[in-house]
């Protein structure tokens, strides 16, 4: 079913006792929003993970990993599998984030693996794609979205989808201060909902939630959120301050 979503991805910040800090001063501070139909979920470092997740434990926060890789186990020195994230309780996992793509030179190839493994652990996957500014600017941003999706997830089943939380990125506005406007998001949005229909069908494509990241931050998300196709977002700098996260979870 589709879901409004607010996910943090706290990239490499936080030691292991900010980390289980800010997971306990996000869960105290929404107890109290009586949120009923929104999912909160932190993505802490690896190391951070296992004590976050006991610390969310009966908590409306959920943990999710930043990343893992697509071998069950063996030779890949400084990788995580799936089967490891489970063992210490996390269920859900971001794949694709850009500065993976940029940094670590993850591929489409390498991403659709990833979420091969990730789902035949049932687990669920946030999986993000978007454009850099050059590709705005050249009117080529749906074509690389359409390519994103395609390549890491068209060869999914039907089925599948329902383990699949979609997060639009565009490059040029993740860190940058610079959001998309909501027209903006909401025009890819729409694209994605339509292409994903046309794939499969109109059930997933309504029922798959769609978040939108970059620059979210407590004096836009309410506009952002607030357009039909976007169910949520993925915040990177604002989710580290309890205080903006929670009013970013609050626009919802
Ligand atoms: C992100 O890294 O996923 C992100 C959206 O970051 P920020 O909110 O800082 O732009």
Redesign the pocket.
Known sequence: MRQKIVAG?W?MNNNLDESKSLVKKVAKSIKKNKLKNTRVIVAPTFVSLEKVANKAKGTKVEVAAQNMHFAKNGAFTGEISAEMLKSVGVEIVILG?S?RREYFGETDEMLAKKVDAALENKMEVIFCFGEVLEDRKSGNHFNVVESQIKNGLYHLEAKDWKNIILAY?PVW???TGETASPEQAQEMHAFIRKIVADEYNDDVSENVSILY????KPNNAQEIFGKPDVDGG?????ALNKDDFKAIIDAI
């Open positions: 991805n990239k984030h500065e990125e506005a993740i860190g990241g970059g620059s979210v993925l915040i990177g700098g604002a």
